[in-house]
């Protein structure tokens, strides 16, 4: 904050600070104009990053069952030959107990081809099942980006006509900012951060708190109107100021 060449009355502090609350209230006003649109987009995003997420989980698991087909096909084929060489030999056996070796070799192997054929079939339909999720994924992403263009356009059409309006208000609350003392400032800030409206200056309506409108004593009024010191509302905390010190008059304020 730049420093101040001459201490700044209560009632020169009062009136940067509301003219500050004008000011951010405007910003408001834009952001609001936006509504919902940020928050969409980005919900939007997070979700199209879950879903390319949950594809690509999808295509591993998919290219892994592919492997192990082949590395399946691979164990068929091994044991078919096996087979085939086993057979042969028991042709060319010197006893039974060579043949019994070879047709209990034949009946593994035989074993093998029935489990590589069924752990095969097992990961056939797997495949066709995460062909399914896949599909079902790439609809969802499809609409959700057809529905985020929608909305980043929309978005950029606001934001394109209030950018210049937001950065002068911006820059004029910067220098009113500069303007308040560090510890006005900060309790101000706290103030309308925890205030539903967003406002942390109200000015006194039908002697009650503009912002919360619980009624002020006519002793606490008259002490606003001074412009001594400043007075915050002890129902909500907000600070308070006499109408006439936000350009209302009585009148206007009695019947605000």
Do not use: W
């Not at 209230?25 to 969409?40: A, H, M, W």
């Not at 091994?78 to 070879?102: P, S």
């Amino acid at each position: 904050m730049a420093k101040q060449e001459k201490e700044l009355t209560v009632e020169e502090r009062l009136k940067h600070l509301y003219n500050l609350q004008l000011t951010l209230s405007e910003v408001d006003r834009i952001k609001t104009l936006r509504g919902e649109l940020p928050l969409e987009v980005e919900d939007l995003d997070d979700e199209i990053a879950r879903l390319n997420t949950r594809k690509a989980n999808f295509e591993e698991e998919m290219t892994a069952l592919k492997k192990e087909i082949d590395e399946q096909q691979e164990n068929l084929e091994k044991a078919e030959k096996l087979i085939d060489k086993y057979t042969k030999d028991q042709d060319n056996v010197r006893n039974n107990r060579e043949y019994d070796y070879l047709t209990k070799e034949i009946e593994y192997q035989q074993l093998n081809i029935e489990l590589a054929e069924k752990k095969m079939n097992e990961a056939a339909r797997k495949i066709e099942s995460i062909k399914a999720e896949i599909e079902r994924t790439q609809e969802a992403l499809d609409d959700n980006e057809h529905v985020l263009a929608e909305k980043k356009s929309e978005l950029d059409e606001i934001v394109s006509e209030t950018r210049q309006d937001e950065e002068k208000l911006r820059e004029k609350a910067k220098r009113l900012e500069n303007k308040i003392d560090a510890r006005l400032l900060t309790a101000f800030k706290r103030i309308r951060k925890n205030a539903r409206n967003g406002l942390g200056v109200v000015y006194v309506q039908r002697n009650a708190c503009g912002g919360c409108f619980n009624r002020i004593p006519p002793q606490r009024q008259m002490e606003i109107k001074m412009r001594k010191k400043i007075i915050v509302c002890e129902y909500c905390g907000r600070i308070l100021i006499d109408p006439a010190l936000a350009g209302v008059s009585d009148a206007d304020a009695k019947n605000a």
